[in-house]
């Protein structure tokens, strides 16, 4: 069965500071998706990873997956509040394109 | 283009009582798929269709049957509620990428059950 953790589970960040995400999963996969979570609303995706070495940047936010240490970073630069969420991540379990996701980490940035 | 849509946003039901969550996307994708989202919890996958005609089971399909009416339409049915379905669900629809695939959510329904 594939597991997907992600810590820390909350994040408070300074803005301007650097802060990382980890999200580890426990089978093999190639395929590594990021969302975020404003409060009371749906899930935007963020970064498709897809590949093992895969980058992916936008904005302050940037993600990469090593498939063979089952690790994903989310890698926040230079907080700001605008970044307050939750930040899932998801992993693809092959058949069917199903998701499992992970437990999330919620983010608030404070001045 | 709206995406992917859900109704209703909101219900309040009582124990043992049944209802009908719909869900339709406008994008042509062969892929649906219907999450629960409990307080502080990521989503976890109900049921999914691959493609129109086709549905199977995903981590919780416990209490749950859906309908993949047509390649727009995807509904969720709770045949008798009970309150451990309390929760926020969220429909997805899929698009096929180089390698990989795309999931898009809708906005969600707020269930609370009594």
């Known amino acids: 069965e594939l597991k997907v953790e992600q810590n820390p589970l909350f994040l408070s960040m300074q803005e301007g500071k650097n802060y990382t995400i980890y999200c580890n999963y426990s089978t093999t996969s190639d395929r590594l998706y990021w969302y975020r979570q404003d409060p009371g609303k749906s899930l935007e995706s963020l970064f498709v990873?897809?590949?093992?070495?895969a980058v992916k940047q936008e904005g302050r936010l940037m993600a990469s997956l090593d498939t063979k240490a089952r690790l994903s970073t989310l890698h926040i630069t230079a907080a700001v509040h605008d970044l307050s969420a939750t930040y899932f991540c998801a992993v693809d379990q092959a058949a069917g394109n199903k998701l499992t996701f992970g437990g999330g980490t919620r983010v608030l940035v404070k001045p | 283009n709206a995406g992917v849509t859900q109704t209703p946003k909101f219900q309040v039901l009582k124990t043992g009582q049944s209802m009908t969550l719909q869900c339709a996307q406008d994008m042509n994708h062969n892929s649906m798929y219907w999450y629960r989202q409990d307080p502080g919890m990521g989503l976890r996958l109900i049921y999914y269709s691959a493609s129109e005609g086709t549905t199977d089971k995903g981590e919780v399909p416990n209490g749950y049957n859906v309908s993949r009416l047509n390649k727009r339409e995807f509904s969720l049915r709770l045949e008798s509620a009970a309150p451990s379905q309390t929760s926020v669900y969220f429909c997805?629809?899929?698009?096929?990428?180089?390698?990989?695939?795309?999931?898009?959510f809708g906005p969600g329904t707020r269930l609370t059950v009594l």
């Open positions: 990873l897809l590949s093992n070495g």
């Open positions: 997805a629809s899929s698009e096929v990428l180089a390698g990989g695939f795309e999931q898009f």
